[in-house]
């Protein structure tokens, strides 16, 4: 059984910046893919940004240009640093894995952007 532990959220002001971190494990097999999607009150949950093994990542739309996502596959960590956040960036983030095709989803982490 995967296990995801996540980092780093909270409360900081339009233009600020936040790192979140994710730690996998319990894996027997390699994480295909590493990534970070958040949830909004009353909205679904969205793809933020994931990053294959090989290190391929995707990005949504709203976020390019100002988050990056990083990973690192001896550690089974993923990082997403988040700069000049906006209000409309608030959420629960939850970093999920793929592993063999079956997905695993960590607690989730607030962040608030609000002045």
């Known amino acids: 059984q995967v296990q995801l532990v996540e980092s780093g959220g909270g409360l900081v002001q339009p233009g600020g910046s936040l790192r979140l971190s994710c730690a996998a494990s319990?894996?027997?097999?390699?994480?295909?893919?590493m990534g970070w999607y958040r949830q909004a009150p009353g909205k679904q949950r969205e793809l933020v940004a994931s990053?294959?093994?090989?290190?391929?990542?995707n990005y949504a739309d709203s976020v390019e240009g100002r988050f990056t996502i990083s990973r690192d596959n001896a550690k089974n960590t993923v990082s997403l640093q988040m700069n000049s956040l906006k209000p409309e960036d608030t959420a629960v983030y939850y970093c999920?894995?793929?592993?063999?095709?079956?997905?695993?989803w960590g607690q989730g982490t607030q962040v608030t952007v609000s002045s």
């Open positions: 999920q894995a793929i592993v063999v095709l079956r997905q695993y």
């Open positions: 319990g894996s027997d097999f390699g994480i295909n893919v």
């Open positions: 990053c294959t093994s090989r290190g391929t990542t």
